[in-house]
């Protein structure tokens, strides 16, 4: 299995994904910086987290505008798998491979934590190592991860199963101050119609190694190497 990683001025959660990757799937997977007109054959493109061009016009904007996403987004219209994490799932709205947008977190600060996700969809290459209804422990980086979408585009992605995580509590359950950012209906991750597309806030690349605190993270990148490899 080939893997690349987008990289932008800006991206700090690059060389993690490298190391997760790498780990599941045996392989350093190609860093491709963003002024690259074309991406080596892949079978997965990820865009990280951080904060692409110092998000001064406004999350993912600019990175959107970088050379390599036209690439990225032909091959994920040809069926690739992309993966979009934090910043990476910004700019993946901002480039139209995802519906809605993300803004300001409901409490206008930056929030840096661990938070828990109820899986929702396992019908993808990215949550197939899941159970549905599984919680699991991933952590947060962000200051613009307040998912918004119209209400008619909640209610598509809701009924045709591309709601990937929901910020939970420790059970599963709805608590107050489970969702950290005020996202609509609290979505933490969605899929594209073909589900080859996913985007998400949480960072499992920052929770795949027990050294690390834990690996909640880990059975994305598995599973990933064991459907594409």
Known sequence: MKAAVIVFPGSNCDRDV????????????????????????TDLIVVPGGFSYGDYLRSGA???????????VAKAR???????????FQVLT?????????MRNAGLKFVCKD??????????????GYEKGQVIRIPIAHHDGNYYADDETLDRLEGDGLVAFSYCASDGGR????NPNGSARDIAGILSDTRTVLGMMPHPERLSDPALGGNDGRAMFDHLARALG
């Open 62 to 72: 600019m990175a959107a505008q970088s050379p390599v996403m036209r690439d990225v």
């Open 115 to 128: 938070v828990y996700l109820s899986v929702e969809e396992t019908e993808s290459v990215f949550t197939g």
């Open 175 to 178: 608590a107050n101050g489970a």
């Open 78 to 88: 040809k069926g690739v798998p992309v993966l979009g994490i934090c910043n990476g």
């Open 94 to 102: 901002e480039c139209g491979l995802l519906p809605g947008a993300l």
């Open 18 to 41: 490298r190391v997760a990757l790498g780990q599941s799937i045996g392989a350093q997977p190609d860093m491709v910086w963003h002024g690259e007109a074309e991406i080596p054959e």
